[in-house]
């Protein structure tokens, strides 16, 4: 059963603790997408990576990291220099940068308390 | 201005309806355009996609694209309460960056 998988599906943080948000998929996709969503916001990239060990800002990086060191996999790292990070937070994949249907994750739910 | 602009509602109308969503935009050079379906607490999901103007039909669902008032449709005809989710246009720039709306939030009433 492919898919995306995200975990996990709610999350609560203290300030100024860095928490990770893990991304995996098994569709054997080459480009990864990190997004947030707001209320009232359209999603807003983050990062992406296009290939293994290689990952590019998006329009809001700041306060934020990633890594791609297995194709399958995505983490998410939000820092603690990122000023508001409550959110809903979405994993996507695409074959390639080039294709416009982009597979996304459930999702998680972070909360800082 | 944002690039992408789409009233977030809410929208509720009565099972049957036919539902008009629509989302405008400031650059002339978007070529492809989808709308994504997201069902609460869910990740969105790719309902339609066309390439520059013109109409496409998938069973209840139209989308319609005018290029030349930079405005785009999404249609659905007889509208059930399965339907219910929020409605997210997108469009894109060749390889570049997908640029979404805010998404509208639509409820049908049985």
């Known amino acids: 059963d492919g898919g995306i998988t995200q975990s996990p599906k709610y999350l609560f943080r203290k300030e100024g603790q860095n928490v990770t948000l893990s991304c995996e998929q098994n569709?054997?996709?080459?480009?990864m997408y990190w997004y947030r969503q707001d209320p009232g916001q359209g999603l807003r990239l983050i990062y992406y990576?296009?290939?293994?060990?290689?990952?590019q800002k998006g329009d809001i990086a700041e306060g934020y990291s990633v890594s791609r060191e297995k194709k399958e996999s995505f983490p998410l790292t939000v820092t603690s220099a990122q000023k508001n990070p409550t959110a809903f937070y979405l994993c996507?994949?695409?074959?390639?940068?080039?294709?416009?249907?982009?597979?996304f994750g459930p999702g998680t739910r972070l909360t800082v308390l | 201005q944002k690039e992408v602009e789409q009233d977030p509602g809410p929208l509720s109308v009565p099972e049957g309806a036919i539902v008009s969503l629509n989302c405008t935009y400031s650059?002339?050079?978007?070529?492809?355009f989808m709308w994504y379906r997201q069902y609460s607490r869910k990740g969105p999901e790719l309902l339609m996609y066309?390439?520059?103007?013109g109409n496409k039909e998938d069973g209840r669902f139209t989308a319609q694209v005018d290029k030349s008032s930079k405005y785009i449709s999404l249609f659905i005809r007889d509208s059930q309460p399965s339907d219910s989710a929020t409605y997210l246009c997108?469009?894109?720039?060749?390889?570049?960056?997908?640029?979404f709306g805010a998404g509208t939030r639509l409820t049908v009433k049985p």
């Open positions: 569709l054997n996709h080459d480009a």
């Open positions: 996507a994949s695409t074959p390639g940068l080039a294709n416009n249907e982009q597979f």
């Open positions: 997108a469009m894109r720039v060749g390889n570049n960056d997908m640029r």
């Open positions: 990576s296009q290939i293994v060990n290689d990952f």
């Open positions: 650059n002339s050079a978007f070529q492809y």
């Open positions: 066309t390439y520059s103007s």
